[in-house]
């Protein structure tokens, strides 16, 4: 679905609840108004850690190779989509704001541009058939991301950033059993994936894929009071939450930069703080990552060590790098219900999906499956309104003018029945304030 607005807006205030942000980069830049890296201490992250040494793969709908940000920071990708044009061919800016967000250099108009939060990580960009701009998605769009991470694994990335999403109940059940045992494969290799859980919690809150499978970390979104944004979808599949409202990011508009929301902002933000995490800690494994992030995370303001709304908690990349505590056991998952390992070696240019209906996260091999019918075809979600993503006009931050952007949706959105939640973390509302 297409969304039109016009939004005039002045300077980005960068203030937070519970603490007095102040920007990181001079007056004018659009470093400036990228508020969730002064949120997220990313100043004091960086004299710790940049990302080095780590390879974040992002799959997604194909991206701008030559974007000012991203030049040095990508490795050579690969194309799953079968349609043409190859992995810099691009409908949106959607898989290059999830670039920016995770490794952009900011090196853009003599170092005023766009800084990812591990801007020293590299990318690995795989290209999927995403039905970018509302068209019909591949029939196996499960099946392009199977390929996809297995390919990231085997070129060895450590993060995979998936920031897409189908809803389940269009799913094949047989492209959901292949796809859930190649993650299970993938997290016996020792990488995390990370996913968006989907923006719809006002039109429906169906459970997407692949956030609703084992073995993903399914990330969500709050805004910049630390409450859960109205659209984040909410649900056991929840692992952990990051900033995903007025996150300014490199795009493929006029001026390079546009202004989104959404959980994919939000999964490229955690991956990213993943990847910090990694390239301090080598030889930590998946399970020890995922296991920090966890407990370093501003916790729900309910009293629970997680709730469906924000999972358990806000990453705080900074607190996971200066008093990370103890990772626990190397080879134990710290979320509950991720699936058994596959010993087997999924084929990345395998290209079928099976006919036979069977439940996600069962155990065997992910080649057991034979090849059969593809689903039926649904429209993918990138899962945000980064998707939405409204092009910034000038690139300055003095001024700056949103004009037409476009919302992907899985459904019509509607007025929900019941109003989201409104949770807040604790340290006094904001996870950022230590």
């Not at 990708?77 to 949106?92: N, W």
């Not at 966890?294 to 924000?310: F, L, V, W, Y």
């Not at 999972?311 to 991720?338: F, K, M, N, Q």
Request: with cysteine.
């Amino acid at each position: 679905m297409w969304g039109r607005r016009l939004v005039a807006l002045g300077v980005v205030s960068l203030g937070v609840v519970g603490s007095a942000v102040t920007p990181a980069a001079a007056d004018g830049s659009i470093r400036a108004d990228q508020w969730h890296l002064d949120a997220m201490h990313a100043p004091e992250v960086w004299k710790v850690s940049r990302g080095q040494g780590i390879t974040v793969a992002v799959i997604d709908g194909g991206f701008k190779l030559d974007h000012p940000d991203l030049v040095g920071q990508l490795l050579p990708g690969k194309d799953f989509s079968e349609s043409p044009g190859g992995v810099g061919s691009y409908a949106d800016g959607h898989g290059t704001a999830m670039a920016g967000l995770v490794a952009g250099s900011g090196k853009a108009s003599g170092g005023t541009g766009a800084y990812g939060l591990a801007p020293a990580a590299k990318v690995l960009p795989l290209k999927i058939n995403n039905g970018s701009v509302g068209a019909v998605v591949s029939a196996d769009f499960l099946g392009q991301i199977g390929q996809a991470v297995t390919y990231a694994v085997e070129q060895g990335a450590k993060v995979v950033n998936i920031s897409q999403g189908i809803s389940a109940v269009t799913a094949s059940p047989a492209d959901a059993e292949k796809l859930s045992k190649t993650l299970a494969w993938a997290r016996a290799k020792g990488v995390l994936v990370f996913s968006s859980v989907g923006n719809s919690y006002q039109s429906g809150n169906l459970l997407e894929y692949p956030s609703g499978l084992p073995n993903v970390v399914g990330v969500g979104a709050i805004d910049r009071n630390a409450t859960v944004t109205s659209e984040s979808q909410q649900g056991a599949q929840v692992i952990l939450s990051a900033p995903g409202v007025d996150i300014v990011e490199a795009c493929t508009g006029n001026t390079g930069y546009c202004k989104g929301h959404g959980t994919s902002d939000s999964s490229a933000l955690a991956s990213a703080s993943a990847a910090l995490i990694w390239s301090v800690h080598k030889d930590w494994t998946a399970n020890q990552v995922l296991r920090v992030l966890i407990n370093t995370a501003g916790k729900p303001n309910d009293g629970s060590d997680r709730n469906n709304i924000i999972g358990y908690g806000v990453v705080r990349p900074r607190i996971a790098l200066t008093d990370p505590g103890d990772p626990g056991p190397a080879d134990v998952s710290p979320v509950p219900g991720d699936a058994a390992t596959p010993s087997s070696v999924p084929s990345s240019s395998a290209t079928a999906s099976a006919a036979a209906s069977t439940v996600p996260g069962q155990a065997g091999s992910p080649t057991d499956v034979a090849a059969g019918a593809a689903s039926a075809q649904p429209k993918a979600e990138a899962s945000s309104g980064s998707g939405s993503a409204l092009p910034i006009m000038g690139g300055v931050a003095a001024g700056l003018v949103l004009v037409v952007g476009v919302v992907f949706a899985v459904v019509r959105r509607r007025k929900p029945a019941v109003q989201p939640e409104a949770v807040r973390v604790q340290s006094e509302g904001n996870p950022y304030a230590r």
